[in-house]
């Protein structure tokens, strides 16, 4: 029995809908759901009647078109599937259909290997595939790629049926560094797949160049007022021609990269080329000498990237640069990632000795971080001799640059509770915090660290390790302070020191007068955990 396209669009519709079951569906809600679809595909303003819907969902009953849908209703107003999980385009294929897709593939099959057809490989392959998976009941012999779970799928049926009839959307997208979604209205003209990930290509106006937008950042899909608008001059096969991806900039020319891929990844680049302009230069016992001819995208240093220490980009330069910036990052991101074992470590020095040193406490990436929100929240003096007090509420980006993981660890294991009470940044250190003293604050950690200074390599620290256990009394701080040795600790940029309260400490007089842009953060703790590991 042939079924028109409204009629399969209804059904489709009103699958969808019973699907939900987070939710309760009367015939109302079903007919205003089909108008909606059959508008939005096919255009049709005038809507559809009671009837048809009861004529629809007596159809997808039946066993007429194979469906036998469970459909219900309850309290004589709701409908519903019976079976959960149940959907038409769930239903089994009977031996007719199995013969007839044979047919198609057995047909599809005759043009595998010419030129005009070749796109239709992988159809014919997962047809052939699927047919034979349900001829003879066994698991699929062909798994293709997929990410069942990436967002914005849903929008690709959408997108694509706008393109075809040359409509334009309103869009509600966020970019992964918009802090807010923007709403605009796109004018599409490609869907197009990388990496099992789908983007849409077009534009926002005359005046801009074709934009490429991930579907996985798109939040909502509605229909648009504007009149489309036609890029003539848009070729997707010249416009992909010279990048790798899906980043294209339009007034960039392609660049000659060079790369040496080792011996033991050369066999992967030569029967998978990385672009269609690679060509191999030379050869040798230790690999290959490869030569392509590509714009430099985000897309190309993945790859280089991904091949980890197997590749080596000989030129341009601006290239090898950039690579060689990329490994520092990762590496220093290895050496500052502090594990399970590093907090109990710097746990057992805190309660033994009063502090703890923690090297690589930030990457150098986040150092700088840190000294441009300090620029931007106006903490640099002129003058340079002034202490400058943070307020965490006034520069909430330069307390999250602060904050790392790292220090939520280390206060999460010390102190159970983290609750910060202030931040004072230096760029000239105050006097009174080279005169040993104990410190009388009771329930306050102190965390020290230093920024990276051209000048020194290291900032010495003297401190009196195990007064944190006591309370003294200013006789008995003299007593140690002038017949014991202190202990030196030289902290490098990046690394952090951790004070419990009490402990009695001081700066090394080398570095009086000089600039060393140092921030020290006080963390309250609760005064009742504190002071059970006190003796008075």
Known sequence: MPVNRNALIRYKTIDKCLQNHYRQWTLEDLIEACSEALYEYEGIVKGISKRTVQLDIQMMRS???????????????????????????????????????????????????????????????????????????????????????????????????????????????????????NVFDFHPYLLK????????????NKKEPILT?????????????????????????????????????ENIKPERIVLNVSHKHANYVITKPLHSSQKVISRDSYGVMIEL?????????????????????????????????????????????????SFDI????????????????????????????????GQFDPEGKVEKRIDPVTSPRLKDSLINVNIEKIMGKASAVMEIKEVNFYQYLPEKLFTWMQMDEGEVFSLLFFLEHPRMSSFPLLVFPGTHKNILNSSGQKLITENSSPSEINLLPGAGILFKPLLIRCFHEVLKDKKVRCIEIKFQIPSTKFQTNLKP
């Open 293 to 341: 001819m590509v714009q430099h995208n985000f897309e190309l240093e993945k790859e280089i990237l991904g091949m980890g220490e197997g590749i080596l980009v000989i030129t341009p330069e601006s290239l090898k640069r950039r690579i060689i910036s990329r490994m520092s990052e990762a590496l220093d991101f290895y050496n500052t990632t502090l594990t399970g074992k």
């Open 63 to 181: 066993d007429k078109l194979g469906y036998n849908a469970p459909i219900i209703v309850y309290d004589n107003k709701y409908y519903e599937y019976e079976e959960k999980g149940y959907s038409i385009t769930n239903i089994p294929l009977t031996g007719k259909d199995l013969e007839k897709m044979s047919e198609a593939v057995e047909f599809m099959k005759q043009f595998k290997g010419f030129s005009h057809f070749r796109e239709l490989d992988v159809v014919i392959q997962k047809l052939e595939d699927h047919v034979h998976s349900h001829k003879k009941k066994k698991k699929p012999v062909i798994d293709f790629e997929k990410n069942e779970n990436l967002r914005g799928l849903e929008f690709l049926d959408v997108l694509y049926q706008t393109i075809i009839q040359q409509r334009a959307v309103k869009l509600t997208y966020q970019s992964f560094k918009a802090r807010q979604a």
């Open 346 to 377: 710097i746990h057992k020095k805190l309660e033994n000795k009063g502090f703890a040193v923690v090297n690589n406490l930030y990457t150098k990436r986040a150092l700088h971080q840190i000294e441009s929100n300090l620029i931007q929240a």
């Open 213 to 249: 937008l991930a579907l996985d950042r798109i939040m909502a899909v509605h229909p648009s007022e504007a009149s489309f608008l036609f890029k003539e001059d848009f070729d997707p096969q010249v416009y992909f021609k010279d990048v790798i991806g899906v980043t294209v900039e």
């Open 193 to 204: 797949e990388f990496r099992n990930r789908w983007f849409v290509l077009g534009i926002r």
